[in-house]
Nanobody, 125 residues
């Protein structure tokens, strides 16, 4: 098992940037990991993911060119760097981890075994 804890959320103006962190209680390199988000009244959706190997990443269409996932194995931490933020990016952001083969990235929330509690990101106009 692994516990996940997100941080770094907050209020930012449209066009700004934020970096979210997710610290794992165990070796993050044992898992494929991802970031999801959930806006009020909407379903939780995949944002970005990184494979267990660490060298394969995937993004939702809404994140391409703006959001990047990275991982620091020494710190057991994954990051979500978000640039050019838009009001529609406002949501609670969750990190998630799953047991996986080396290169697979899950894009459905039901593929993930462990979740953090989330961190709120609010983008103002």
């Amino acid at each position: 098992q692994v516990a996940l804890e997100e941080s770094g959320g907050g209020l930012v103006q449209a066009g700004g940037s934020l970096r979210l962190s997710c610290v794992a209680s165990g070796r993050i390199s044992n898992y494929a990991t991802g970031w999801f988000r959930q806006a009020p009244g909407k379903e939780r959706e995949f944002v970005v993911g990184i494979s267990k190997s660490g060298d394969n990443t995937g993004q939702a269409a809404s994140a391409k060119g703006r959001f990047t996932i990275s991982r620091d194995d020494a710190k057991n931490t994954i990051y979500l760097t978000m640039n050019s933020l838009k009001p529609e990016d406002t949501a609670v952001y969750y990190c998630a981890a799953r047991y996986s083969t080396m290169y697979y990235i899950g894009t459905r929330s039901d593929e993930y075994d462990y979740w953090g509690r989330g961190t709120q990101v609010t983008v103002s106009t």
